[in-house]
């Protein structure tokens, strides 16, 4: 079985910074994309942004291009989400997510497997 946690989140002012982790289990990570995806309160999920398996190659969403940055450690299992210049609209919960294939994707409904999520909340 996988699992993915979440860890990083917290409250942060308007222009700061967050990195957030995962780390995953169950299955050889090193093999599929990952990815963030958030939520806001009365919205619904979004892409935020995806690596593939290698590491080489990402892909982010229009709203956080240039400020966001994904990254993964296949050694030790963990895609990680380096967030700065943090804006009220970031707030929202992340949730970290296992493709179900090695490349890229946008859509939710290629990724297999999701963590808990964690909150992300950035105040003006």
């Known amino acids: 079985q996988v699992h993915l946690v979440e860890s990083g989140g917290g409250l942060v002012q308007t222009g700061g910074s967050l990195r957030l982790s995962c780390a995953a289990s169950g299955r050889t990570f090193s093999n599929y994309a990952m990815g963030w995806f958030r939520q806001a309160p009365g919205k619904e999920r979004e892409f935020v942004a995806t690596?593939?398996?290698?590491?080489?190659?990402?892909y982010y969403a229009d709203s956080v291009k240039g400020r966001f940055t994904i990254s993964r450690d296949n050694a030790k299992n963990t895609v990680n989400l380096q967030m700065n210049n943090l804006k009220p609209e970031d707030t929202a919960v992340y949730f970290c997510?296992?493709?179900?294939?090695?490349?890229?994707?946008?859509?939710?409904?290629?990724?297999?497997?999701w963590g808990q999520g964690t909150q992300v909340t950035v105040s003006s």
């Open positions: 690596i593939n398996w290698k590491g080489g190659t990402t």
């Open positions: 997510a296992g493709s179900i294939y090695s490349s890229i994707s946008v859509s939710s409904s290629e990724y297999g497997y």
